[in-house]
């Protein structure tokens, strides 16, 4: 079984920053993309940044120059540094890596439960 467990959500002020932790663990052979989605109230699920095992990164185009994405490998762990953060970033934040597991060859998507980012005064 996998599971991956985020933290680091919280309520933070306009222009704040925060920093969310992925981690994944189980029974995993190999972690392929990793990224952020998130989810506001009354809105679909979006990406907002995504990395692939080698360091390719690609954003949304609403977090561009604001957001980082990274990982460590060697943990199984995606981080997303959040700065200058807006009210519209206010989500709840998931993770979602593409693996596969010791007991089969075929990838899948995997996902964490979820963690709230509130961007208030």
């Known amino acids: 079984q996998v599971q991956l467990v985020e933290s680091g959500g919280d309520l933070v002020q306009p222009g704040g920053s925060l920093r969310l932790s992925c981690a994944a663990s189980g029974s995993i052979f190999s972690i392929y993309a990793m990224g952020w989605y998130r989810q506001a109230p009354g809105k679909q699920r979006e990406l907002v940044a995504a990395?692939?095992?080698?360091?390719?990164?690609n954003y949304a185009d609403s977090v561009k120059g604001r957001f980082t994405i990274s990982r460590d490998n060697g943990k199984n762990t995606v981080y997303l540094q959040m700065n200058s953060l807006k009210p519209e970033d206010t989500a709840v934040y998931y993770c979602?890596?593409?693996?596969?597991?010791?007991?089969?060859?075929?990838?899948?998507?995997?996902w964490g439960q979820g963690t709230q980012v509130t961007v208030s005064s």
């Open positions: 990395i692939t095992r080698g360091g390719r990164t």
């Open positions: 979602n890596a593409d693996l596969r597991t010791a007991a089969t060859t075929a990838r899948n998507d995997y």
